[in-house]
């Protein structure tokens, strides 16, 4: 069973900075999930990753598989941004989730 | 992108009653979908694998006759929480996988939240 973690738990900054929230896996997997989760507990895909690096308006998502690590970067954060925000992994097509216990994040003005 | 639906949002039951949500996939088909619970100030955590027109795989520790999952079509599964207890108070997410241009992705619902008195 894949172990999947996250850091930090909990992070909070000034509006306009640049977030970095990590995630490392035990087990190789066939896709990374990032999905943000506001405070009544809807839940938004972000980004899938199987490989290299996306980017999606302020936010940007790399994975190193042969590390297993990825990271989620918010560039010019804002109070908006502020949720929690969740690492799934899968190991293939068939499987559900195993989710990381997420990362708190609160951008103040 | 895809859309996916759960009803209800949040529910309010008695002990021992039943309780079912359904999961709708809105603009595409999904032969499979998930089933994840999520206790306050806890991780989401894999209750069972539906698919369509199949009984329902369900992970180590969740009671399959306690959770009953119906994946009658393509675009609708149900978890029925039978005889509910107050411990099955919690946030009840589901996805559905859509497969495009080769690859899974999924879609979650708005989940819901069941509190048992």
């Known amino acids: 069973k894949n172990e999947v973690e996250q850091s930090p738990q909990n992070l909070t900054a000034q509006e306009g900075e640049f977030i970095t929230i990590n995630c490392s896996y035990s087990v190789g997997i066939s896709a990374l999930h990032w999905l943000q989760q506001h405070p009544g507990g809807g839940i938004v895909s972000l980004f899938m990753?199987?490989?290299g690096k996306k980017k999606h308006g302020r936010l940007i998502a790399t994975i190193n598989i042969q590390e297993k690590h990825s990271s989620l970067h918010i560039t010019a954060s804002h109070p908006r941004d502020s949720a929690v925000y969740i690492c799934a992994v899968s190991g293939g097509g068939a499987d559900g989730l195993t989710f990381g216990k997420g990362t708190h994040l609160i951008i103040q003005p | 992108g895809a859309v996916v639906s759960q009803h209800p949002s949040w529910v309010i039951c008695k002990s021992g009653t039943s309780v079912k949500i359904e999961c709708r996939s809105l603009d595409f088909q999904a032969t499979t979908m998930f089933w994840y619970r999520q206790f306050p100030k806890q991780s989401l955590m894999l209750m069972a694998t539906s698919n369509e027109g199949s009984k329902a795989t369900y992970e180590q520790g969740v009671e399959k006759d306690k959770f009953l999952i119906n994946h009658a079509s393509l675009t609708l599964s149900t978890l029925t929480v039978t005889s509910a207890h107050p411990e099955d108070s919690s946030f009840y997410i589901c996805?559905?996988?859509?497969?495009?241009?080769?690859?899974?992705?999924?879609?979650f619902g708005p989940g819901t939240r069941l509190t048992v008195t």
């Open positions: 996805s559905a996988r859509d497969l495009t241009g080769g690859v899974y992705e999924q879609y």
């Open positions: 990753l199987s490989s």
